[in-house]
Every structure is written in structure tokens, then in C-alpha cells.
């Protein structure tokens, strides 16, 4: 995967193409390494617990990352909208529109990435479902 980094984006890697090649030849070469690939083969290929709880924290930080660039690019583009209304027509204010129309979505997606049902709730749906199937 690195060798494809750095293939793709040069400038993100730290080790130039050549060196990552001549690493991983080197591993690939050596079994007593603990990640060369005859030791890695006989792992499990399930994500452990810590991989999934690191994939589930990254995927929420994305969530969140993503909901505030939501909500900025809200806040520069109704700002613009209500200056442009404002030096153009200032008896119509159309800009109150958007505005709202925006907001709501920008409420649900805010409410889709912090709000969160309490554990027992959720367990108790999924035991109900669990149920319908029998």
C-alpha cells in the first residue's frame, strides 16, 4: 500500500519509492521479522477488538469532520446570500429561504451524527428484531 502511495502522491511519503521497495523486499525475505508476510499469513484476518474500535472512533471523527464542513460551508454561503439580499432589495428578504430550507438539513445531519440513543434502547431493539426472525 505504501508502495502505491508513493507511486500516486510522493510528496506524503517519507520514504522515497526506491527505499519502501528495498524495505519490503527485505521483509518479504526475512520470517523472523514479526510483520514479514510469512508470520503475517498466519494471523487471523478478522480485525481484532482494538482495530474495530479504532475503524468505529475514525469513522465518528469523519462523521463529525464532515458536519462541520457542512456547517460552515452553511454559514459562508447564507452569509453571502443575506449580504447579496440585503444591498439589492432590503423590503424582500428571499435570503430567509435558503436559510431554513438549509438549516432543516443541517439539523437533521447534526442530529444523525450527535444524537445517540441510550445502549439499553438499542439493545432493546435489537433483541426485538432478533425476536421478528425466529
Same mark, same amino acid.
Given at each position: 500500500m505504501l508502495q502505491a502511495l508513493c507511486a500516486i502522491v510522493p510528496a506524503f511519503c517519507r520514504l522515497p519509492l526506491a527505499r519502501?521497495?528495498?524495505?519490503?523486499?527485505?521483509?518479504?525475505?526475512?520470517?523472523?521479522?514479526?510483520?514479514?508476510?510469512?508470520?503475517?499469513s498466519m494471523r487471523q484476518t478478522e480485525p481484532s477488538i482494538s482495530d474495530q474500535t479504532r475503524l468505529d472512533a475514525m469513522r465518528r471523527v469523519n462523521r463529525k469532520l464532515g458536519f462541520l464542513r457542512h456547517l460552515c460551508i452553511y454559514l459562508l454561503?447564507?452569509?453571502?446570500?443575506?449580504?447579496?439580499?440585503?444591498?439589492?432589495?432590503?423590503?424582500?428578504?428571499?435570503?430567509?429561504?435558503?436559510?431554513?430550507?438549509?438549516?432543516?438539513?443541517?439539523?437533521?445531519?447534526?442530529?444523525?451524527?450527535?444524537?445517540?440513543?441510550?445502549?439499553?434502547?438499542?439493545?432493546?431493539?435489537? =433483541?426485538? =428484531?432478533?425476536?421478528?426472525?425466529r
Amino acid at each position: 500500500m505504501l508502495q502505491a502511495l508513493c507511486a500516486i502522491v510522493p510528496a506524503f511519503c517519507r520514504l522515497p519509492l526506491a527505499r519502501a521497495q528495498s524495505q519490503a523486499h527485505l521483509g518479504a525475505c526475512n520470517p523472523d521479522r514479526p510483520d514479514s508476510p510469512s508470520r503475517t499469513s498466519m494471523r487471523q484476518t478478522e480485525p481484532s477488538i482494538s482495530d474495530q474500535t479504532r475503524l468505529d472512533a475514525m469513522r465518528r471523527v469523519n462523521r463529525k469532520l464532515g458536519f462541520l464542513r457542512h456547517l460552515c460551508i452553511y454559514l459562508l454561503v447564507n452569509a453571502g446570500l443575506l449580504i447579496l439580499n440585503l444591498s439589492t432589495s432590503r423590503h424582500v428578504l428571499w435570503s430567509l429561504g435558503p436559510l431554513l430550507g438549509w438549516g432543516i438539513g443541517l439539523l437533521f445531519h447534526a442530529l444523525n451524527v450527535f444524537a445517540h440513543f441510550p445502549t439499553r434502547w438499542k439493545q432493546a431493539m435489537l =433483541e426485538r =428484531e432478533l425476536r421478528r426472525d425466529r
